[in-house]
């Protein structure tokens, strides 16, 4: 009941946070490397060529995140 969903939002936070320290110590211009022994699927725009993998994306994701308007 109510103390799962107090454990489970501590974690959530507790997660948050976590990204955040990671995030901000890092350089937001840098986008992973594609390493081609990746099994990961890929998605590339053909008209572009540009590529990305689930692990690269979430950069990406972060990235336009933080370019929308804040609370």
Not at 14 to 24: G, P
Not at 52 to 58: F, G, H, I, K, N
Request: charged residues 25%; negative net charge; aromatic residues 8%.
């Amino acid at each position: 009941g109510n103390e799962e969903h107090k454990d489970l939002l501590f974690e959530i936070f507790r997660s948050e946070r976590a990204m955040q320290d990671a995030t901000s110590s890092r350089d937001k211009t840098t986008v992973p490397k594609l390493s081609p022994k990746d099994d990961a699927p890929l998605y590339t725009v053909s008209s572009t060529g540009a590529t990305v993998t689930p692990d690269s994306s979430v950069s990406l994701i972060f990235s336009y995140c933080q370019k929308l308007p804040g609370d």
